[in-house]
């Protein structure tokens, strides 16, 4: 189903895209899921006569049918599946040419700080960090690409997407949004302004711990060529079994992503009232300062839950250890609940750097269990750092 596909009537939901945006049934079969196509090259019918595939890295039938699936559900006409979010992330960046200037937050994955400033910076791009509540004021006249988390990795800051991309295209600069996070459910950055969206597909969309991807998407046609002509050049793309598992983690998602938040919800009442809590950083509470923002450009506030402890790095190493629901573990977004401690973990590559993230933080992903048991987990455990 796509937007042509849709007739003139109303645009259907996104609950309906999620389970039949793939493109339906298989004509040939009737198979309901898109086969995974385990070809590496496919015949063609005479000298460059192809039926719209010659050769894996180019093009797969599974790949298609998640790019198109996944790219309908961000409104974008183009999507581009990678072997990982990092690959995607380095395709993204390679728009960018020597003396090129990046503005990122200070608070950003570390893996993609990590790729900015110890890759792309050595073959001469720029990168400028600033906080996100003035990143604006750091987006001058010599940017050429903005690159925004929101909510942010691991403090969960916010950032006014069409705010960030009125001054972005003031000054002639790319807007590119890390959407791993909030997901296409819970917020749509193109339609905000963004000119990129990206994803960690390993995450939220994939949704089961049993797969690694990303993926990249646009509606702006001169990027869209760029993009596919790098991912077929540098060919970092993902196997077709890969794409299945990805498309599976969509149809659910939305299900998935309403217990998510749900359940995070209830951990941030708990931690918020427990006496070894020092700060709960999520943007449903009140006092958050992107808290209206988030209101405005979210439908929800999504599963990732991060606090810190009164009792600082040892307190939040003994938290990590004690849980028994919560899984001690990097990555985030499946059904899984996992906690993890960001300065020993995914953020230890910006250790000593403007990036790097307080020793007594806890970052939790909330997966889809009983609420209860999670809090009932999480109770014990904050006990260990009394």
């Known amino acids: 189903m796509s937007p042509a596909g849709a007739g003139a009537g109303p645009q259907p939901g996104f609950e309906t895209l999620a389970v039949h945006g793939g493109g339906g049934p298989d004509a040939q079969t009737g198979a309901v899921n898109t086969p995974v196509y385990l070809s590496s090259t496919f015949a063609q019918d005479g000298v460059g006569v192809t039926r719209g595939y010659e050769y894996a890295r180019s093009g ?24 990982s979010g990092l690959a995607a992330e380095d395709a993204v960046l390679r728009l960018l040419v020597p003396g090129d200037e990046l503005v990122m937050l200070t608070d950003s994955y570390g893996g993609t700080y990590r790729l900015a400033t110890a890759v792309h910076r050595l073959a001469g791009l720029r990168v400028r960090t600033a906080e996100a509540a003035r990143i604006l004021e750091h987006v001058g006249d010599s940017a050429r690409m903005v690159w925004l988390e929101t909510p942010t990795n691991p403090l969960l800051q916010v950032v006014d997407i069409a705010a960030a991309a009125e001054r972005a295209h003031a000054v002639g600069a790319l807007l590119v949004v890390d959407n791993t996070f909030a997901t296409p459910y ?7 302004g963004a000119d990129i969206v990206v994803h960690s597909t ?3 969309l994939g949704g089961h711990s049993d797969v690694v991807g990303g993926f990249a ?3 702006d046609e001169r990027l869209a060529g760029r993009l596919g002509f790098l991912q077929n050049a540098a060919g ?6 890969d794409c299945f598992l990805v498309q599976r983690g969509l149809k659910t998602l939305p299900l998935r992503m309403e217990r998510h938040c749900t359940n995070a919800l209830a951990v941030v009442e708990l931690l918020a009232g427990h006496p070894a809590v020092a700060s709960v950083l999520h943007p449903s509470l009140p006092h958050h300062p992107g808290h209206e923002v988030a209101r405005r450009q979210m439908r929800g506030f999504g599963g990732i839950v991060s606090f810190t402890l009164r009792g600082g790095e040892a307190a939040a190493l003994a938290v990590c250890a004690a849980t028994r629901v919560f899984t ?13 401690h960001p300065a020993r973990m995914t953020h230890a590559s910006a250790a ?13 992903s909330v997966g889809i269990e009983s609420a209860s048991d999670l809090c009932a987990d999480l109770e014990l455990a904050l006990a260990s750092a009394a």
């Open 236 to 241: 970092a793309v993902p196997g077709p079994f």
């Open 352 to 364: 000593g750097t403007s990036n790097a993230v307080p020793p007594e933080l806890v970052r939790l």
């Open 202 to 204: 390993t995450k939220y």
């Open 186 to 192: 819970l917020q749509r950055p193109l339609e905000l």
């Open 328 to 340: 001690l573990a990097e990555s985030l977004g499946a059904v899984e609940s996992l906690i993890e």
């Open 60 to 83: 797969n039938p599974s790949r298609a049918s998640l790019e198109a699936h996944l790219a309908l559900l961000e409104g974008a006409t183009h999507g581009f599946a990678f072997a």
């Open 217 to 219: 998407a646009t509606s």
